[in-house]
Structures are given as C-alpha cells and as structure tokens.
C-alpha cells in the first residue's frame, strides 16, 4: 500500500517505497510563518502591486500539505498573506510548521499560539533540521528531506493527534526519491497573493562552500524530479495566473546533465504558453561555461538568475572554498549571462578573515563595475552544521549574543565590520546610483531577451484592468511622493520611447523595494545578518521615502589604493 497522498495520489508510483494507509482522519493546519522583511523578500514592492502580499509561496510546507494521506483533511495559512486565527487553530488536530533561521522567532511564537489552542506542534524545514536543540518548545520535530520521518510522522498522529510529554525527533534517514514527490499542494494558495510562483527541480549541491548548510542539509550529489513534473506544476501556477516562476534548486546547474534534459521541455512548454511566464533561479558562475544550457534558457524565458558572487577579493573566495568564483574573472561571466538576456542578482559576504580596511572599498567597486541593480549584502553568520561553524568553535570565535547581529567574533572589530556594511548599502542603494545600473542593464541585457511571438495576446482586458491600476500606483509611489522622482521619471521616459512598457513596471517595482530597504538598513532599522536571532521590528510600508541614505558617509576610496 502506498503513501496515499490527499489530493495527487497519481502522482505516487504504486512501488513507492513509503506505504501508510490511516485509521483514523485528521484535521492538519499548515502555517508559514511570516518573514523578516529583507532586501530578498521585496515587501515594499507589495504597495505598488494590489493584491500580492508575499514574496513566493513556500515549496517545502505546501509539498508536506500535498502528503498528507488521503482522508485526512488539510489547510494552509501562509501568515505573510494572513494571519491565522483562533478559529484556524480550534479547527485543527495538529500545527505543521516550518521556516528559516531566520524565522525563528516567528516559529516560537506560531508554537506558543497553538499550544494556547491546546494544539501539538510539528515542526519541519531548513531551521530545525540544522538546529532542532533550538526548538525544545515544539511537539515533533522533523528533521531531513520527506522520506521515512515522514511516513512515522503521519502513523504517531494517526494514533493520536494530541500533545505528549516528551519531545519526538525524526529524522529522514531514506529520503522519498523526488521522483515520487508529489505536485505541492499549489491548489490551497492563491498565486496571485505572490510576487512569483516556485517549482523545485532538483535538490542538493556538490560543491562545499564553506559558510553553507546546503551539503549538510541536501546532500552533495543532486537528485531531481522527471522533466514531466514540472511541466505539471508549471501548467498549474500558469493557468492559475503567476506571471513569474522561480526555481528553488539551491544550484540550478548542480547537475549539468540533468539541466540539459529539462530545458527542450522548458522551451516547449514556452511555446505552449507563448513565454506567458518569466523563469528565474539560482546557480553558480559556473553557468557561464555552458553556452548550450545558457541558450536553451534564454529560449525557455529565463531572465533573472541568482549567483552567490560571495566578494569579489580572490584570497577570500580561497579561503571560503568558493573556487567555481574563481575560474573566470568574475566580471566576464556576469557579461557572459548578461548576452543571454539574463540579470543577475548577487550575493555578497562580509566579515570574511581575509577582509581589510579596503574591502568596503573593492565590494564598493564591484557593485559599480558589475553594474548588477540586485545586490543583497549581508555580513558573515556562522550557520550550525558548516565547517565555518565548526572551525570558529574550535578556534573560540562562536558568540552568543542576541544583540549583536552575527555569533562571530570578527578579526575586525564587531562595530566596524557593521559600520562597513551600512557604509556599503548607504552607496549601493544611492537611487541614482541604482536607476543608472537599471539604465545600463536595459542597454546591455534586456534587448538579448526572448521576446513574445503574439504580444498582442498578452492584452486581455484583465491584464490592462491590473497595470493601469499598478501604473497609477507607481505614479503616486515612486513619481509624486519619492525622493527619487527624477530618475524614476528619467526611466519612465527613455522606456517608453523604446515601447519597453515591462521594463518600467519590472524596474520600478523592485528599485523601490531596494531604495527603501536599503534606507531602513542605514537608519538603523533593520539587522545586518539575516540570521540574527535579536527581534526586529518589522518595518511597514511607509507612503513617503525620506532621505534615509543621508544618514551614513558614502565610501569614499582613497585615491592612493587605486
Ligand atoms: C527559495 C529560498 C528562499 C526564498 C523564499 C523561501 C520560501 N518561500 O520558503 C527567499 C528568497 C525569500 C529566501 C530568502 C532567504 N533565504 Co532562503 N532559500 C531558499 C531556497 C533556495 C529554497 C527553499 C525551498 O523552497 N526549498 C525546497 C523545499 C522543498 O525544501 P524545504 O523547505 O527544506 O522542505 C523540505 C523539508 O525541509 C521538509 N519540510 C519542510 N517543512 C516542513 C514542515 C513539516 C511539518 C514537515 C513534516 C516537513 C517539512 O519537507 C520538504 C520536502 O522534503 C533554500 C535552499 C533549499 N534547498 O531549501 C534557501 C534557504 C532556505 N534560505 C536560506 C537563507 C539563509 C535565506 C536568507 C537569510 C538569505 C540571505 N542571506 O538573505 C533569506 C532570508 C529572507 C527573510 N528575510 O526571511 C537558508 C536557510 C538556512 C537555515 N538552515 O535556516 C537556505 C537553506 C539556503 C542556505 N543554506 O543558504 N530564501
Ligand atoms: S554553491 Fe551555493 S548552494 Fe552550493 S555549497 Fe556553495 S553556497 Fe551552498
């Protein structure tokens, strides 16, 4: 007997090695916690947008959703859409829950609610897989990837849902193939709540960076789903509305083959739907040594591509094992991808050992040379289960304290690494500074972009209904109110004399986002690492942009380091 799953038993092969039918039925609620708002989680683009409310629906949660054996029933609450409410919580035999680092708090506060409701809590996903000791307040917890924790999960609360003395742990030691995953449960969300749609394909990362849990948590070696699959899901978020898609692999060429095979289909399913919707994800640099695979996602409508660029200084990409960033200067790639017609986004560290007094200054530098608009900047968090972790403990250089925003004890002193970091944000999210690498990359990138066969199509009477009633919005936001109305209208103007009417939405949405983030950062408002355990108040959407980056000196380079 298989894992009956609650509404894609279709999608279980019948040789399935998970088999659980239950006794009894069941009510699940599952909750996404909140997050903290980000320069990756675009909040204040939301204002400009109506009805989205939240970044991208959670795959992990909404996979689990989708296991939940048939008979049982199944709600989903994703809290950056809506709270839940007493009544979603008295409606439920058991809260499943999830979340990042980053989410912790967030995950406390989601397991006191449901005990107060009498409820047990389940617990999954990246944080407590990596650091279950961090959550002695939850009933079970799950720790892994899908796959025999799973199958236990579903039989203890199949004999009894409620609360027990002690803390359970599973842990996945055989993981479901992710051939035999089911579609997530894409059916409990409304898709046009979100910014993006996601898909996974693959799972898992060979290399071994050394400040990341991805190896530790998903393995070295990728697994990933049948090409069919994701067509499957893929029809579903299309025909639901997404008009973007992210694929949440951790590396999107972890496996080069494996991305060749899907891509024919990705291009076919293009055709099918006339490059309706825009794909994105995350890889390494090492996509630009594949031009076969950069041609099919030009061809499939990948515009956006994520790379953790980490720094640009090569002693210490060394060091942090990074070595694919080192095989081709990093400026080249990213022209490489950008004649794809691909954008990147970049990640970028500090408070690396190798790090200077110059290091604001090169990081500086890079983001003006990279002329790459999407720089997130985060200072350096040793995360449980790296070897990062492992050597700072065993060197003494692990900190416990909630109010400093990373557990390092620094080579550089604390503040200064901080105030390095507000310095770097303060000049990178400058709104000339930004709208000017929007400029170059719709010189640069966007004409090598695939475009619509039938833009016309694209015209339906509830498209034109949403972006007259988003451009009045930017028009109010970003062109009457900001502090950066002159280039929002120099912009406005040179796109649509080029008839680019997408890119002044696509541009002037996320540049709002990055402009008042970055301001919140310089004010003080925000944390400098995402990992930070120290609650942060959560900004709201303010009407009006103030002069935030007037706060923090601009870097300003030394002529004699040049
Ligand atoms: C997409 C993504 C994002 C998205 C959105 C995430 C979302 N909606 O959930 C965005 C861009 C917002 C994001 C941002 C960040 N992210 Co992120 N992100 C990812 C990524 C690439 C994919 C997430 C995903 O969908 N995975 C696929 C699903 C299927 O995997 P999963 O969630 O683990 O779920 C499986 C199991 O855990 C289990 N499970 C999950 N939940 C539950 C619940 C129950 C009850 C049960 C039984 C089982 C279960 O079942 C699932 C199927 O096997 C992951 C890497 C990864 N491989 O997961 C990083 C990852 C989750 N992100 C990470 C980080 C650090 C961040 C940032 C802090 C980065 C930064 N420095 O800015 C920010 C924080 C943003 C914020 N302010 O909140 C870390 C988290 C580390 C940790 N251990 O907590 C990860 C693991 C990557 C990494 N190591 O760097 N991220
Ligand atoms: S390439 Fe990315 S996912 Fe892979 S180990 Fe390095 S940081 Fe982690």
């Known amino acids: ?72 029933e199944v709600r989903f609450v994703d809290e950056n859409v809506r709270p839940a409410t007493d009544s979603d919580l008295l409606w439920a035999d058991v809260v499943f829950t999830t979340g990042m680092h980053i989410q912790r708090e967030q995950i406390h506060d989601i397991i006191a609610r449901a005990h107060r409701a009498g409820k047990s809590v389940v617990l999954g996903g990246p944080s ?51 051939t035999e995953l089911p579609t997530p449960a894409y059916h409990l969300i409304n898709i046009r709540n979100y910014l993006l749609g996601t898909v996974q394909f693959s799972s898992g990362c060979p290399l071994t960076c050394e400040f990341c849990d991805i190896p ?183 900190v416990c304290d909630d109010h400093r925003d990373s557990n390092i004890q620094f080579l550089q002193p604390y503040e200064q690494v901080v105030t390095n970091w507000r310095r770097v944000i303060a000049g990178a999210y400058e709104p000339k500074a930004l709208y000017q690498r929007y400029a170059t990359q719709a010189k640069k990138t966007y004409p090598h972009r695939r475009h619509h066969e039938y833009p016309l199509r694209q015209a339906t009477p509830r498209n034109l209904r949403r972006a007259f009633s988003m451009l009045s919005r930017l028009i109010w936001y970003a062109g009457l109110r900001s502090n950066y109305r002159a280039e929002f209208w120099s912009m406005f103007w040179t796109q649509l004399r080029q008839g680019q009417i997408e890119n002044i939405f696509q541009i002037a949405m996320v540049a709002h986002h990055l402009i008042c983030y970055a301001q919140d950062c310089v004010a003080g408002r925000t944390h400098a690492s995402n990992y930070a355990k120290r ?10 942009i103030t002069d935030g980056n007037k706060v923090v000196p601009q870097l300003v380079r030394n002529p004699t380091v040049d």
């Open 1 to 72: 007997m298989k894992l009956l799953s609650n509404n894609q038993s279709d999608m279980m092969p019948p040789d399935s090695a998970f088999h659980f039918t239950p006794r009894h039925t069941r009510r699940i609620l599952c909750l996404f916690p909140e997050y903290a708002w980000s320069f990756a989680t675009f909040n204040y683009a939301f204002q400009l947008m109506g009805q989205v409310k939240a970044f991208m629906p959670p795959q992990g949660i909404l996979f689990v959703a989708a296991m939940v054996p048939a008979g049982w």
């Open 128 to 178: 407590a897989s990596s650091a279950p000791e961090w959550y002695p307040d939850a009933d079970i917890i799950h720790c892994g990837e899908v796959g025999d924790a799973t199958y236990r999960l579903f039989e203890l609360i199949d004999r009894s849902p409620g609360r027990s003395q002690e803390q359970k742990i599973l842990r996945t030691v055989e993981r479901l193939p992710m």
């Open 216 to 398: 530790a948590l998903y393995g070295r070696r990728p697994r990933h789903k049948h090409p069919e699959q994701i067509i499957k899901e893929l029809d579903i978020l299309a025909a639901a509305g997404a008009p973007s898609v992210y694929f949440v692999d951790d590396n999107f060429i972890g496996d080069p083959q494996a991305t060749r095979e899907l891509l024919p289909h990705l291009v076919a399913w293009q055709e099918k739907w006339d490059g309706q919707v825009r794909l994105s994800c995350e890889a390494t640099l090492g996509l630009a040594k594949h031009p076969d695979i950069l041609a099919q996602m030009r061809d499939a409508f990948f515009t956006n591509v994520f790379c953790g660029i980490e720094t640009p200084e090569p002693v210490a990409l060394r060091a942090i094992k990074k070595t694919v960033n080192l095989q081709k200067p990093i400026l080249e790639v990213i022209d490489t991808l950008n004649t794809y017609g691909i954008e990147v986004a970049a990640g970028l560290i500090m408070g690396f050992d190798s790090d200077t007094e110059q290091t604001p200054l090169v990081i500086a530098d890079f983001i003006r040379a990279s002329q790459l608009p999407i720089q997130t900047v985060n200072i350096l968090y040793a995360l449980p289960k790296t070897p990062l972790y492992d050597r700072l403990k065993a060197a003494g250089r692990i």
């Open 535 to 544: 609650i942060r108040a959560q900004p709201t959407a303010r009407d009006e």
